[in-house]
């Protein structure tokens, strides 16, 4: 049972950069946190916070309702993979791992059975006299993993650690990562800018803009109901749509839609799976660009007649070609007004 409390965290390097800006996050015991954001959004600087290798400026880390605030990384129950993995080359991987171990003088034969259980763990049974500099990238990587979880930290930091890999190789580790740590019911942060691996592996996404958390919900709320711009354009493919508002109908030169929200304007917010295409009346101007066949679906890039380009998945791209007029008619959407999110869902009838 392990979790992990972050109150009001933030981590000033300088007068001009704020790395982390007031964070808050509470993970609950055995639960997968991914921190999900673009380059410079201080997701290394947090985790490294939790981890011990970075002192907050101000706010309070709390482990198991223990302040681990100020303590030095050895002292705190945690074990973290960091983003450029840092394997000591001119030893083995038993040294590798056995080196925290014997820090801790655990007898030689606790040692030796520990390092065969994590191996076995991560898929490198028998690689234990290897070389480092002698494995391949995702086996470095399995040996940095392995080397956090031999100690049996109560919390797992794993910072973009299968970033360096192919995309091959990344799913499936990431897939065993996921294994491991619901098979281990370990409270894990796992930093990843990595949109996919954080919607198909993790409890729950927190996406960080600007040292900030924007939104921290479920994987499927992320992506079904973005409370902020930056998230609904952050996460998968969005299209934005400016217009108007009036007397209950949100107004474009292209499309028009029944929306209850004050006059004003207003940005539609709509996935191209939510984005049918419709015969053109009298007066669309909206023209296909592009049809492209992806064996699955279709996807029709369109511009519209304010030089929006927007995107619409179809089933079959069959009855689309590019020159054509068609009609838009989103099926649901969010809807923003200035960087703030107006109400719910919306499902255009
Ligand atoms: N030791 C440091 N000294 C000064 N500034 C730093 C230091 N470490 C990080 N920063 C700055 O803090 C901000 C956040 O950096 P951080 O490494 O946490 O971002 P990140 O979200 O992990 O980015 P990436 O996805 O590129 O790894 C950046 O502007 C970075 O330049
Ligand atoms: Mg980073």
Same mark, same amino acid.
């Given at each position: 049972?392990?979790?992990?409390?972050?109150?009001?965290?933030?981590?000033?390097?300088?007068?001009?950069?704020?790395?982390?800006?007031?964070?808050?996050?509470?993970?609950?015991?055995?639960?997968?946190?991914?921190?999900?954001?673009?380059?410079?959004?201080?997701?290394?600087? @947090? =985790?490294?916070?939790?981890?011990?290798?970075?002192?907050?400026?101000?706010?309070?880390?709390?482990?198991?309702?223990?302040?681990?605030?100020?303590?030095?990384?050895?002292?705190?129950?945690?074990?973290?993979?960091?983003?450029?993995?840092?394997?000591?080359?001119?030893?083995?991987?038993? $040294?590798? @791992?056995?080196?925290?171990?014997?820090?801790?003088?655990?007898?030689?034969?606790?040692?030796?059975?520990?390092?065969?259980?994590?191996?076995?763990?991560?898929?490198?049974?028998?690689?234990?006299?290897?070389?480092? $500099?002698?494995?391949?990238?995702?086996?470095?990587?399995?040996?940095?993993?392995?080397?956090? =979880?031999?100690?049996?930290?109560?919390?797992?930091?794993?910072?973009?650690?299968?970033?360096?890999?192919?995309?091959?190789?990344?799913?499936?580790?990431?897939?065993?990562?996921?294994?491991?740590?619901?098979?281990?019911?370990?409270?894990?942060?796992?930093?990843?800018?990595? +949109?996919?691996?954080?919607?198909?592996?993790?409890?729950?996404?927190?996406?960080?803009?600007?040292?900030?958390?924007?939104?921290?919900?479920?994987?499927?709320?992320?992506?079904?109901?973005?409370?902020?711009?930056?998230?609904?354009?952050?996460?998968?493919?969005?299209?934005?749509?400016?217009?108007?508002?009036?007397?209950?109908?949100?107004?474009?030169?292209?499309?028009?839609?029944?929306?209850?929200?004050?006059?004003?304007?207003?940005?539609?917010?709509?996935?191209?799976?939510?984005?049918?295409?419709?015969?053109?009346?009298?007066?669309?101007?909206?023209?296909?660009?592009?049809?492209?066949?992806?064996?699955?679906?279709?996807?029709?890039?369109?511009?519209?007649?304010?030089?929006?380009?927007?995107?619409?998945?179809?089933?079959?791209?069959?009855?689309? +070609?590019?020159? +054509?007029?068609?009609?838009?008619?989103?099926?649901?959407?969010?809807?923003?007004? $200035?960087?703030?999110?107006?109400?719910?869902?919306?499902?255009?009838?």
């Amino acid at each position: 049972m392990s979790t992990l409390s972050i109150q009001g965290v933030s981590k000033r390097f300088s007068s001009e950069t704020i790395a982390v800006d007031r964070v808050s996050l509470d993970v609950a015991d055995g639960e997968l946190v991914c921190l999900l954001g673009p380059s410079g959004s201080g997701k290394s600087t @947090l =985790l490294r916070m939790v981890g011990g290798f970075e002192d907050p400026t101000s706010g309070r880390i709390a482990i198991d309702g223990q302040d681990v605030t100020h303590l030095p990384p050895e002292r705190r129950p945690t074990g973290m993979v960091f983003q450029s993995h840092a394997l000591w080359s001119h030893m083995n991987v038993f $040294n590798n @791992l056995a080196f925290g171990l014997k820090l801790r003088r655990r007898p030689k034969v606790e040692i030796r059975d520990r390092v065969e259980a994590v191996l076995d763990l991560v898929g490198l049974k028998g690689y234990d006299r290897r070389m480092t $500099n002698q494995l391949s990238g995702g086996q470095q990587q399995r040996v940095a993993l392995a080397r956090a =979880l031999i100690l049996e930290p109560k919390i797992l930091l794993l910072d973009e650690p299968f970033a360096s890999l192919d995309q091959h190789l990344r799913e499936r580790l990431r897939e065993e990562v996921r294994d491991i740590q619901l098979r281990l019911k370990i409270t894990t942060l796992f930093v990843t800018h990595g +949109q996919d691996e954080a919607l198909s592996m993790a409890d729950r996404i927190v996406v960080m803009h600007d040292g900030r958390t924007e939104q921290a919900d479920r994987p499927d709320v992320i992506y079904r109901d973005p409370q902020t711009p930056f998230v609904a354009g952050f996460i998968g493919t969005m299209n934005f749509i400016k217009g108007h508002v009036e007397n209950g109908r949100f107004r474009h030169a292209d499309l028009s839609v029944a929306l209850a929200v004050s006059d004003g304007p207003v940005t539609l917010a709509v996935r191209p799976e939510a984005l049918d295409l419709v015969a053109p009346d009298d007066r669309s101007r909206v023209v296909i660009h592009r049809v492209t066949d992806f064996g699955t679906h279709g996807l029709i890039d369109l511009h519209l007649s304010d030089g929006t380009r927007v995107k619409s998945m179809v089933p079959s791209p069959e009855p689309f +070609q590019a020159g +054509q007029a068609v009609g838009l008619a989103p099926r649901s959407f969010a809807a923003f007004r $200035n960087d703030a999110k107006l109400s719910g869902i919306h499902h255009a009838r």
